[in-house]
């Protein structure tokens, strides 16, 4: 385990709404938008936080940046308390929310960053380092002069996580960094956060509904509903834990008919090409071993569950009051 940079003990955050409760009477209803999270993550890590819209992804981002107070448990960020020392957590972090931006609508790119290093009291060398290595690998230099209200959102995207970058932040939050983008555009700014932790060892927490983004950058990831956690650890165990499939798709020298193997089922066959399901936590050595022994195979490939599918399944489970996995 290494050092932990971001810890959060039942954290929790309470709403207090009025909703109308006939033509003249409202009644006042308490809303738990975080119920009680607790986690821990690494410095230097890559950790993806995921649940549909509502489960409380950007509330815990709001707390962790100190733009809403906790109602209760405790949250340090390297060590800081963000609701009670924002400013001073501030040069620490980067934040980039997808719907929102933080550069200067008329100005262009080039003022908004000079206007960024200012607030952040950016040494003069320090901040032209980090320009020039931001402006290269997210591909800004033909927008510096372009104001931002002209920017696509791809490229205000980009310009965004350049801005959040340009004080050397240990922390990076990203919200939905990818929403709205193009393929080429979701590419470039997947490399270049890669490239980032890796060469600089920021550590990053990212939410996102893209599961490719997660899939393509983290090692970990959270699953957070209604306000609770629901799992916390590698990818490989949330396809297990949410009773995925893994596929077998095997190529045949001839069609034959749907192979029938202990452990599998058949569940496609194209001409010679047959697909075989089987369950995620089970090994794949057995039955390619069973199918290779009984059948004249030309080719093998496995295909992992659809991550998008498992996690459906398991809010499907918690919503039939399945137990948590935590």
Known sequence: MGEALIEVRDLEKVFHVRRRAGRWRRTREEVRAVDGISFTVDRGSMVGYI?????????????????????????????????????????????????????????????????????????????????????????????????VRQLSLGQRMRGDIAAALLHDPEVLYLDEPTIGLDVISKAKVRTFLRDLNKELGTTVLLTTHDL??????????????????MYDGGLAGLREIGDGERTLVVDLERELPPIEVPGARTVRVEGPRQWLAFPASASAAPLVAAVAAGHPVADLSLREPDIEDVIARMYVRGAAGAPEVV
């Open 212 to 229: 490719s983004d997660i899939e393509q950058l983290c090692s970990r990831v959270m699953v957070i509903d209604h306000g609770r956690l």
């Open 51 to 147: 649940g549909p819209n509502g489960a409380g992804k950007s509330t815990t981002i709001k707390m962790l940046t100190g733009i809403l107070t906790p109602s209760g448990g405790r949250l340090r960020v390297a060590g800081i308390d963000p609701a009670r020392e924002r400013t001073r957590l501030a040069r620490r972090i980067g934040v980039v929310f997808g719907q929102r931006t933080t550069l200067w609508w008329d100005l262009p790119l080039r003022d908004s960053y000079a206007l960024v290093r200012r607030l952040y009291r950016v040494e003069e060398a320090r901040f032209r380092a980090n320009m020039e290595r931001c402006v290269e690998l997210l591909d800004l230099a033909e927008l510096l002069p372009v104001p």
